[in-house]
């Protein structure tokens, strides 16, 4: 069977962005001092379009970032750049300074219960006319509080935390009239994420927009995430560029970035390894 070229792509999308990590790497021996590296590791790292926003040290030999990328990214990628960049700032200090193994978490302006929230809203923030079909509208929304979008999954050297909110707006925000198309785009959406392993703990289906809250797989990028969405939703509708080629991508987790810069900074003055452990366990 022949391929169908996708509509949407990486290229031809402009999307909106908030995308926020905390990332903790892990040293060998002793850490050199920040004040060697971190200069010109921040300005080596932005080349690759990853932005660090905060370090911090710690004496259990781990240093923590607060990261923000763009949509080509994926976690691995991220922390590659970071990790190869700081590696050959300290190359004759230390050549194999670095473990193999990182701990990557997405974090937001707004944490999961919050984003839980804001969904669950949408149908009452955009009423429509006829209440049967706004009562539909409600009973359509995904909702599934089972699936657990706070604990840390693993790979060979990661483990990770990798949670997005997508927001897709149809094409002139055109409203779709018809309840079965709607339950038909719930579908997708389940049949998508089934496919890609991803964890949707819920969706809000609006007649001129989609909100949807997912836990990801570590090796997709969000903007690359987005566009199997954006293109199996238009080849439901007849393969047609029914959405805007674009939207809304966000990063989220247990905690928000107010949250993680009080956790670290507060790791810092604990006193004992014991204490200075769980602080960032917790992260």
């Given at each position: 069977m022949k391929e169908i070229p996708p509509i949407y792509t990486t290229q031809n999308c402009r999307f909106a962005y908030q995308l926020n990590w905390s990332l903790t790497i892990f040293w060998k021996g002793a850490m050199v001092a920040p004040d060697i590296w971190l200069d010109s590791v921040k300005k080596a790292t932005e080349k690759d379009?990853?932005?660090?926003?905060e370090h911090h040290p710690r004496a259990d030999r781990l240093s923590q970032f607060l990261l923000s990328t763009k949509p080509n990214l994926a976690p691995p990628k991220i922390t590659r750049s970071l990790k190869g960049r700081l590696q050959y700032e300290i190359r004759d200090l230390n050549p194999k300074a670095l473990r193999r193994t990182y701990a990557i978490q997405s974090v937001g302006a707004i944490n999961t219960g919050a984003v839980d929230q804001y969904i669950a809203s949408q149908t009452d923030r955009h009423p429509v006319s006829d209440p049967r079909v706004q009562?539909?509208?409600a009973q359509v929304r995904i909702d599934q509080p089972e699936v657990d979008l706070s604990s840390r999954r693993r790979s060979s050297y990661a483990e990770y935390l990798y949670n997005l909110h997508l927001v897709f707006v149809r094409t002139g925000r055109h409203r779709i009239s018809s309840l079965r198309r709607i339950e038909g785009i719930r579908r997708i959406l389940l049949a998508v994420a089934r496919k890609k392993g991803h964890l949707i703990r819920s969706a809000g289906i609006l007649p001129d927009h989609i909100h949807l809250a997912m836990g990801a797989s570590l090796l997709e990028a969000p903007a690359g995430i987005a566009c199997a969405y954006l293109n199996n939703l238009s080849y439901f509708e007849g393969m047609q560029p029914v959405y805007e080629f674009g939207g809304y991508l966000g990063t989220f987790g247990s905690y928000d970035r107010d949250a993680i810069r009080?956790?670290?900074r507060t790791a810092e003055h604990l006193?004992?390894?014991a204490d200075r452990q769980v602080a960032a366990t917790k992260m």
């Open positions: 379009e990853v932005r660090i926003l009562s539909r509208l009080r956790v670290i006193g004992h390894p």
